[in-house]
């Protein structure tokens, strides 16, 4: 009886051990390689009816979990009128919800756009406001790119030069 208990109380322990593990893996965030980000970053991208090339040395992408992406480019924008150019300087797409900046973003493919006063800015492809969260410095960056995505303690970070928000798991 004692060893029946024994097996059952290591086979719970077992279990909810692993599945803290799957949790916690599902919840992480990869970095995709540069010849990875190709096969699933856009070439181009639609907003406010009108198509733009992405620049693809500056777009990131990366994986969480098995099948969930969240992936970001600048794109060309000297085919776009002045307004839509002023706000609009990329795209932000997420197969799965997720929260920017502690603001919670649903799946979907959005334009997006750092600001003169410290705001990152999502819009629909319409050109509508999504919504707005505050940037960080990071003052410590050595080698500040464009835009590039760098996984942290606190989630997932896209940058735009020293200027970044944090992206998390939904």
């Known amino acids: 009886?004692?060893?029946?208990?024994?097996?059952t109380l290591a086979a719970i322990v077992s279990f909810v051990a692993?599945?803290?593990?799957?949790?916690?893996?599902?919840?992480?965030?990869?970095?995709?390689?540069?010849k990875d980000k190709l096969r699933v970053v856009p070439t181009s991208f639609y907003f406010e009816g009108q198509s733009a090339p992405t620049q693809m040395r500056n777009a990131a992408a990366a994986r969480?979990?098995?099948?969930?992406?969240?992936?970001?480019?600048?794109?060309?924008?000297?085919g776009y009128s002045v307004e839509v150019r002023a706000?609009?300087?990329?795209?932000?797409?997420?197969?799965s919800s997720v929260t920017v900046g502690g603001k919670e973003v649903t799946a979907g493919a959005y334009g997006f756009?750092?600001?003169d006063d410290g705001k990152f800015n999502?819009?629909?492809?319409?050109?509508?406001?999504?919504?707005?969260a505050e940037t960080t410095k990071d003052k410590n960056?050595?080698?500040?790119?464009?835009?590039?995505?760098?996984?942290?303690?606190?989630?997932?970070r896209l940058y735009n030069g020293r200027d970044y928000v944090v992206i998390a798991a939904k």
């Open 64 to 78: 969480l979990g098995d099948k969930r992406f969240v992936i970001a480019g600048l794109v060309d924008t000297s």
């Open 113 to 115: 756009g750092f600001s």
């Open 1 to 7: 009886m004692k060893s029946r208990y024994k097996l």
């Open 122 to 132: 999502l819009f629909d492809v319409g050109g509508n406001p999504v919504m707005s």
């Open 141 to 156: 960056l050595r080698r500040p790119r464009p835009l590039m995505m760098r996984k942290a303690s606190d989630g997932l």
């Open 18 to 34: 692993f599945s803290s593990v799957v949790a916690t893996a599902q919840d992480s965030f990869v970095v995709l390689s540069e």
């Open 87 to 95: 706000k609009y300087e990329g795209f932000f797409i997420t197969d």
